[in-house]
């Protein structure tokens, strides 16, 4: 007799973004597909852009219309966001979800 193969089916994908939304004036909300959630202010969100060019050699404090979006969009890799000053930053799901600021998730990364 066959043996059936259990599958663990692993829950919902941390990375996976549900749902972005705007937070006051001032910040990006997203739910993620495991129903964390996270606020990310604009201010930090540019001040962690991954791309090569800024990597590492913003200014700070930001000059002024570099902090603030025009267009936030979803791609499916992850969020886009155009500043005022024209630059584009990506953010993979992954990487916006590593920088999460919410206690629980510092705490968490705090441990390890
Ligand atoms: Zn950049
Ligand atoms: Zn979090």
Redo the contacts with the bound molecule.
């Keep these: 007799m066959a043996e059936k193969i259990k599958l663990h089916l692993l829950g919902a994908n941390p990375n996976e973004i549900k749902e972005i939304h705007l937070v006051g004036r001032y910040a990006l909300g997203v739910n993620w597909a495991d129903d964390?959630?996270?606020i990310y202010p604009f201010v930090f969100l540019r001040k962690h852009c991954p791309c090569d060019q800024c990597a590492g050699s913003l200014p700070d404090p930001l000059p002024e219309g570099e902090t603030w979006p025009t267009e936030i969009k979803r791609i499916e890799a992850g969020v886009r966001i155009g500043w005022q000053s024209g630059h584009e930053t990506r953010y993979p799901g992954v990487r916006l979800?590593e920088i999460?600021?919410?206690?629980?998730?510092?705490e968490?990364r705090n441990k390890s």
């Design positions: 964390h959630g996270s979800r999460c600021q919410c206690a629980l998730c510092v968490e």
